[in-house]
């Protein structure tokens, strides 16, 4: 916690930053494919629209645990601690990742790699800003 300093005044309230979920997953053209299935069906199909969400998150999840390279230069420390942690922050839920997809404000893709056109896609798709920042 931190103290709130936005007032101006002196009172000192505890502001609580809740850590960041994440996932792991391929922004690729899978994913835009599959998003742009789920998202352009009506509504009423939406039992189906989740069925196709749910067998690409899946397969996608194994594509996932089976690449066992660490991005970022070096792997992480072996921590308990930090490791449950993280755990804990990421969201491996088919229903909870759909929901963050549908519910983003913002694309940015941090280099210019196989990711970058699909990130693009994504925002188009989904009707948000974007940015691509060389890294």
Same mark, same amino acid.
């Given at each position: ?26 922004? =690729? $053209? ?6 742009? *299935?789920? %998202? ?7 039992? +189906? ?43 491996? =839920? $088919? ?6 997809? *549908?519910? %983003? ?7 210019? +790699? ?22």
């Amino acid at each position: 916690t931190f103290p709130d300093t936005s007032s101006g005044t002196s009172d000192s309230q505890d502001v609580h930053i809740a850590t960041p979920n994440y996932m792991r997953i391929h922004v =690729d $053209s899978a994913l835009v494919e599959t998003l742009r *299935k789920v %998202l352009s069906r009506p509504a009423s199909g939406e039992d +189906d629209n989740f069925r196709i969400w749910n067998e690409y998150w899946e397969k996608e999840q194994c594509r996932i645990q089976s690449n066992k390279m660490y991005y970022g230069g070096t792997a992480p420390k072996k921590n308990a601690a930090t490791d449950i942690d993280a755990k804990n922050c990421q969201i491996e =839920d $088919s229903r909870s990742a759909l929901e963050v997809f *549908k519910s %983003l404000d913002l694309i940015v893709g941090f280099h210019a +790699d196989q990711a970058t056109e699909p990130s693009i896609d994504l925002a188009l798709l989904l009707g948000i800003p974007f940015a691509v920042v060389p890294w």
